[in-house]
């Protein structure tokens, strides 16, 4: 009877996808970030500065809209490199490649930030079932699934001792109207936000983070915390 709830209210949809993504794709590579961050920085000093910004940077669009190319969706994002790849045998697939590219965002001062971001690809399995008939997925369902995702995934992320302080999701809704670089001016936000995180931790302060961004709490869902399923753990997680 629960299983037939879930499956009405699609509730599954989002907490498998981002079960999925953590066990299948982050918890692999999340633990490597650092280490091709560093090796990156010591052959390039000058390009990231502030260790705070040495994670992978994943951004959450909720109207699931993913766009393949970061250089196109804004031009003040520009691809500069790859980050030293991760070779594994994976489910079969002998020598699994698997990395990340490094961007510099230009900020509206015209100042260079540079970090490794990418889109969390499960949304575009969400937005793929809202355009086809068999999914039966209205817009609305597809912003609560998104808003499930996001939710989910952070607090796997949380409980993650071998992901901690590698990652930083980026959630955010798009505005009605078209913003030539409001994805830049996003990252740049939460950019600043890691570099003033990096002062006061050096300066022995606590960080001041404004209450403008997007977090958990504002992400209100139409079920509640007792309807969610619960994950199927094993002595592997």
Same mark, same amino acid.
């Given at each position: 009877?629960?299983?037939?709830?879930?499956?009405?209210?699609?509730?599954?949809?989002?907490?498998?996808?981002?079960?999925?993504? &953590?066990?299948?794709?982050?918890?692999?590579?999340?633990?490597?970030?650092?280490k091709?961050?560093?090796?990156?920085s010591?052959?390039?000093?000058?390009?990231? /500065?502030?260790?705070?910004?040495?994670?992978?940077? =994943?951004?959450?669009?909720?109207?699931?809209?993913?766009?393949?190319?970061?250089?196109?969706?804004?031009?003040?994002?520009?691809? /500069?490199?790859?980050?030293?790849?991760?070779?594994?045998?994976?489910?079969?697939?002998?020598?699994?490649?698997?990395?990340?590219?490094? &961007?510099?965002?230009?900020?509206?001062?015209?100042?260079?930030?540079?970090?490794?971001?990418?889109?969390?690809?499960?949304l575009?399995?969400?937005?793929?079932?809202?355009?086809?008939?068999c999914?039966?997925?209205?817009? #609305? #369902?597809?912003?609560?699934q998104?808003?499930l995702?996001?939710?989910?995934?952070?607090?796997?992320?949380?409980?993650?001792?071998?992901?901690?302080?590698?990652?930083?999701?980026?959630? &955010?809704?798009?505005?009605?109207?078209?913003?030539?670089?409001?994805?830049?001016?996003? =990252? /740049?936000?939460?950019?600043?936000?890691?570099?003033?995180?990096? =002062?006061?931790?050096?300066?022995?302060?606590?960080?001041?983070?404004?209450?403008?961004?997007?977090?958990?709490?504002?992400?209100?869902?139409? =079920?509640?915390?007792?309807?969610?399923?619960?994950?199927?753990?094993?002595?592997?997680?």
């Amino acid at each position: 009877e629960m299983s037939e709830m879930s499956e009405r209210s699609k509730q599954n949809v989002a907490h498998g996808l981002a079960w999925s993504y &953590y066990v299948g794709y982050l918890k692999i590579v999340l633990p490597r970030v650092k280490k091709s961050m560093e090796a990156f920085s010591r052959a390039n000093p000058n390009l990231l /500065v502030c260790r705070k910004t040495w994670k992978l940077h =994943i951004l959450v669009p909720l109207s699931c809209d993913v766009s393949d190319d970061l250089e196109k969706a804004d031009s003040n994002i520009q691809y /500069v490199t790859d980050l030293t790849e991760t070779t594994l045998a994976r489910a079969g697939i002998k020598k699994r490649v698997y990395k990340h590219s490094l &961007y510099t965002i230009r900020d509206e001062e015209n100042q260079l930030w540079h970090c490794a971001v990418e889109y969390a690809t499960p949304l575009q399995s969400l937005y793929a079932m809202s355009q086809d008939e068999c999914a039966a997925f209205s817009q #609305e #369902e597809r912003l609560e699934q998104a808003k499930l995702f996001y939710r989910t995934l952070e607090e796997i992320l949380k409980g993650s001792k071998e992901c901690a302080d590698a990652y930083r999701l980026i959630a &955010y809704e798009e505005p009605e109207e078209a913003e030539t670089h409001f994805l830049s001016r996003e =990252i /740049v936000w939460h950019l600043r936000q890691e570099h003033h995180e990096e =002062i006061a931790v050096l300066e022995g302060s606590h960080p001041h983070t404004p209450c403008t961004a997007l977090d958990s709490s504002e992400l209100n869902l139409q =079920i509640s915390v007792s309807d969610l399923p619960q994950p199927l753990r094993t002595d592997g997680f």
